[in-house]
């Protein structure tokens, strides 16, 4: 059995988490920040503290890092699991009620951009958090990134917008959810005043990959869209979804079919 609540399912985060850390890691150090000393980090959207962890607890330079969630289990998960290490600070805070008198050296927000109902003026509020030498990092998936061949149904466009139109507004969640959000957020640097931006694309694909990592991609990327575990949606819908996602995941059995994903990260300077 999975462990559940009532936000996000904290070992799928997890597992997702493990799966990008190496590129999560090159994009922190082509941020530069690492040259500097005594860093204060805010993670934003932190969940349970895990990745928070795993991005920054191995750099000697970080002297304080704050996360923050609204999620209420896996912020106290977050504070049990910290509570003998006062390098870390975790609140039960929303991220519309940032302390605006803080300054951070970097501000991560880590696959959680696109949840948020006002991501551009989001954006434009944590430029002024913050400091002179601080990077703001951005990691944002966009579905337009993602393709597939052959697809005579054009079943992986059907699942989305399946996904975008009945599943996702319905789950608190997800409501404000944009899935394609990454290509949009450069224009929100440039127009709320961010320089030195740089985009990094993090590439996954099924070719040579062997049938247990293709099938961990399909399950990663593609089918957690089900909605076979949601009460709040139509039986005809949950119908309809697990028959796209059948014929879907038969077609990453077959090693000639090629799918292809990329996670943006944005890193942007005051
Ligand atoms: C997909 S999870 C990402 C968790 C973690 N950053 C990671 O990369 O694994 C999104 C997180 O953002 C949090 N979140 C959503 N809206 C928020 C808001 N307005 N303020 C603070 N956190 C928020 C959610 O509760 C959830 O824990």
Not at 65 to 76: F, L, Q, S, T, W
């Amino acid at each position: 059995m999975e462990k559940q609540n009532n936000n996000w399912n904290l070992e799928k985060l997890e597992r997702q988490a493990l799966s990008s850390q190496d590129f999560d890691d090159f994009v922190l150090n082509q941020s530069g920040i690492l040259n500097y000393n005594e860093l204060i980090i805010l993670d934003v959207g932190c969940s349970n503290g895990f990745k928070t962890e795993m991005l920054f607890d191995k750099y000697n330079n970080i002297e304080k890092i704050v996360g923050i969630d609204i999620d209420e289990n896996a912020i106290n998960e977050a504070k049990e699991k910290f509570v003998n290490n006062n390098k870390y600070v975790f609140e039960l805070k929303n991220i519309d009620d940032l302390d605006l008198k803080q300054k951070y050296d970097v501000i991560c927000l880590s696959y959680v951009l696109q949840h948020l109902r006002n991501p551009k003026q989001i954006v434009s509020k944590l430029r002024n958090l913050l400091t002179d030498r601080g990077v703001l990092i951005i990691k944002v998936p966009d579905d337009s990134f993602k393709l597939c061949y052959p697809d005579e149904e054009n079943l992986l466009n059907k699942i989305f917008t399946l996904y975008e139109n009945k599943i996702m507004p319905k789950q608190v969640t997800t409501k404000y959810t944009d899935r394609h959000i990454g290509k949009k957020v450069y224009s929100y640097l440039k127009e709320t005043g961010y320089n030195n931006i740089k985009l990094y694309h993090n590439i996954t694909n099924t070719l040579n990959k062997s049938l247990e990592d293709r099938r961990k991609l399909f399950k990663s990327s593609i089918y957690f869209r089900t909605a076979s575990n949601k009460s709040n949606v139509d039986e005809s819908v949950k119908l309809e979804m697990e028959n796209f996602l059948n014929k879907m995941s038969e077609k990453f059995e077959d090693d000639n079919f090629y799918y292809t994903m990329s996670v943006l990260y944005y890193i942007a300077g005051k």
